[in-house]
């Protein structure tokens, strides 16, 4: 079984990095279809851009996906962390901008979006990629490994001079809609010198307090303070589970990540797929079924909604 959207989910908001407001609707798609965006503002090229793994561009603060003639789109990891999430594998995502609205800095609005425009199971098998051996990457201090496990499981480390942050660990299995319970509603987070910087290079121009978590030495500078404890390492997983999504299909391994960011995630997964003894391509049975993200989801996972 996998879920399909009912009808379309639209929403309105602030490109995080451009500043640009842009609209975008997730509107159902067939089986088979994946999942595409479609930039409605392009004309005069290809407007048709595929979330799939050999579509990333390099990018260290988000993620970034691109055809052949140049037209991409950005910010698209709490989109597709969303989607995976519900156990969403096939939409059309039309945009009118080159970048993904930021909302609140997390998933849950676009989980929340999901699920009051509905979810139907469908009768279609699901293909999962199952992971055979471990296969890790590391680029200095951070590292990035999959290893085999009957589901995806997600284990994860950071580490920050900041002391309102310091060294967080937190380990999830991702099964009947953990990942909307525990990691949907942890925002983006960065120190205050950082948005400095970015802010100096033409970057974060749409970010505020209230769509971000922003840290200054032990200091909580957004309003109402974190929704978790943890909640930077939380969002560093939901992170994990969108880049994860761009393999094209449910993972079946345990994915772990010690300061890893997105670019390491895509050399991860670009690691896996180049070794054919690593992985296979699997149908899911009843009982497998049964421990994927977004299985039996609905709105009483949403975590209440916080002020």
Same mark, same amino acid.
């Given at each position: ?10 929403f ?9 407001? =842009?609209?975008?609707?997730? %509107? ?18 290809d407007?048709?851009v595929?979330?799939?793994? &050999? ?9 970034? =996906? ?6 991409? /789109?950005?910010?698209i990891?709490?989109?597709?962390? +969303? #989607? ?12 009118? !901008?080159?970048?993904?609205? $930021?909302? &609140? ?23 999962? $990629? ?6 890790? /990457? ?7 490994r ?7 499981? $997600? ?7 900041? %002391?309102? $942050? ?10 009947? !809609?953990?990942?909307v319970?525990e #990691? ?5 987070f @960065? ?10 290079? *033409?970057?974060?121009? *749409?970010?505020?307090?209230?769509n ?14 974190l ?8 969002? %560093? ?7 994860? +999504? ?13 300061? +890893? ?16 003894? +690593?992985?296979?391509?699997?149908? @899911?049975?009843?009982?497998? #079924?049964? %421990?994927?993200?977004?299985? !039996? ?11």
């Open positions: 079984m996998q879920n399909q959207l009912k009808s379309e989910a639209s309105v908001g602030q490109g995080l990095h451009s500043g640009a407001v =842009v609209r975008m609707v997730v %509107k159902p798609a067939a089986l088979g279809h994946g999942i595409w965006f479609h930039r409605t503002d392009v004309v005069d090229r407007p048709m595929p979330a799939i793994l &050999d579509a990333v561009t390099p990018s260290r603060l988000c993620t970034v =996906v691109e055809n052949a003639d140049g037209t991409s /789109v950005s910010t990891e709490h989109i597709m962390a +969303a #989607l995976a999430g519900c156990g969403i594998q096939n939409a059309l995502i039309t945009i009118d !901008g080159p970048e993904v609205p $930021i909302l &609140d800095g997390s998933a849950a609005p676009f989980v929340a979006g999901f699920l009051e425009a509905g979810l139907e199971e469908l009768s279609a098998p699901v293909r999962a $990629i199952r992971v055979l051996k471990p296969v890790e /990457v590391r680029e200095g201090e951070a590292l990035a999959l290893e085999p496990a009957d589901m995806l499981e $997600i284990d994860f480390r950071i580490s920050f001079a900041e %002391k309102a $942050i310091g060294t967080q660990t937190r380990r999830l299995n991702l099964a009947n !809609g953990a990942f319970r #990691l949907s509603d942890s925002r983006t @960065c120190r205050q010198s950082d948005v400095d910087t970015m802010r100096e290079a *033409g970057l974060a121009l *749409g970010g505020t307090l209230e971000a978590v922003v840290f200054d030495g032990d200091a909580v500078l957004s309003p109402g303070g929704r978790h404890a943890d909640e930077p390492v939380r969002h %560093k997983m939901l992170d994990a589970v969108g880049d994860l +999504a761009l393999a094209g299909g449910p993972i079946l391994g345990r994915y772990t990540g010690d300061r +890893a960011g997105h670019a390491l995630t895509n050399q991860l997964l670009r690691a896996l797929f180049a070794d054919p003894s +690593a992985w296979n391509e699997v149908d @899911c049975g009843p009982q497998t #079924l049964g %421990k994927l993200p977004g299985v !039996g989801v609905h709105s009483g996972d949403l975590p209440a909604k916080r002020h």
